[in-house]
Nanobody, 120 residues
Framework: QVQLVESGGGSVQAGGSLRLSCAAS????????MGWFRQTPGKERELVAS????????SYEDSVQGRFAISRDNAKKTMYLQMNSLKPEDTAVYYC?????????????WGQGTHVTVSS
């Protein structure tokens, strides 16, 4: 099974930026899609951005459209989430995942999560 390791979380003021990374292990890595989810206490994990890997086709949840950008480096087996114009409501634990299906999401592997805190 693929192992995913996230990095790049932290604390930032509203309006700031962060870039999350998700590195995959294993020699062969060719998922159908990958995604970034986020979760706050008491709420379900929600998919905020996804990327069809081979076609490099992104998709975004409405609340992050225009502020977040998902991308990949195939050679490094790494996915990124560039988060700009951050808002306090973006505060969450962010998880990357291998997606077997996007809608509804069917997960192949999860990362361990990375915390993002946006202060006003």
């Amino acid at each position: 099974q693929v192992q995913l390791v996230e990095s790049g979380g932290g604390s930032v003021q509203a309006g700031g930026s962060l870039r999350l990374s998700c590195a995959a292990s294993g020699r062969a890595f060719s998922p159908y899609a990958m995604g970034w989810f986020r979760q706050t206490p008491g709420k379900e994990r929600e998919l905020v951005a996804s990327l069809i890997w081979s076609g490099d086709i992104p998709s975004y949840e409405d609340s992050v459209q225009g502020r977040f950008a998902i991308s990949r480096d195939n050679a490094k087996k790494t996915m990124y989430l560039q988060m700009n114009s951050l808002k306090p409501e973006d505060t969450a634990v962010y998880y990357c995942a291998v997606l077997i299906k996007i809608n509804p999401p069917i997960i192949g592997s999860w990362g361990q999560g990375t915390h993002v805190t946006v202060s006003s």
